[in-house]
């Protein structure tokens, strides 16, 4: 089995029907180029809603080196997200949609949940249409929509 960091035992949360906060700190998510050495740290909240679902609960902060889009300079871009909702099924039905949360799968042989897809999705969800350094961000907005008229 391969160990990433991101497997949680889920077992006895889905058994028994119990809420577990569990909190990790500076881990690494390989798909994340750009996220600073600090990693990112989450905060979940697995919730048995069944024998075969549970239901989280993330907050995650981390912090990204992007490249502004006004002044090409590279700045940290800290990520903040409270409340990401998703669940996690232990087999697909193809009839069962919810348009809500996301889905993702338990892994039942091994009791386990892997929520390092969760996290990247969570960030990626996060990245907004325009990434302006601080400096910029603070420039007043007809200015900036003059500059982007001049790229169309
Ligand atoms: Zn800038």
Not at 63 to 71: S, V
Not at 124 to 139: D, S, Y
Request: with cysteine; glycine share 2%; charged share 35%.
């Amino acid at each position: 089995m391969k160990h990433n960091g991101f497997e949680i035992k889920v077992s006895d949360i889905l058994n028994s029907k119990v809420t577990d906060t569990i909190t990790f700190e500076n881990r690494m998510i390989p798909e994340l180029e750009n996220l600073t050495k600090e990693g990112v740290s989450w905060t979940i909240t697995i919730q048995s809603l069944d024998h075969e679902s549970l239901f989280v609960t993330l907050d995650v902060e981390c912090e990204l080196n992007d490249i502004c889009d006004r002044c090409w300079d590279e700045y940290r871009r800290k990520v903040s997200i409270e409340g990401y909702t998703a669940k996690y099924v232990t087999e697909q039905d193809p009839t069962v949609k919810d348009d809500e949360d996301e889905i993702l799968f338990i892994d039942v042989k091994l009791g386990i949940i892997d929520v390092e897809e969760l996290i990247y999705h969570a960030i990626q969800l996060e990245e907004p249409f325009v990434k302006h350094c601080e400096k910029c961000a603070a420039l007043p907005v007809e200015e900036e929509d003059e500059e982007e008229n001049d790229w169309l």
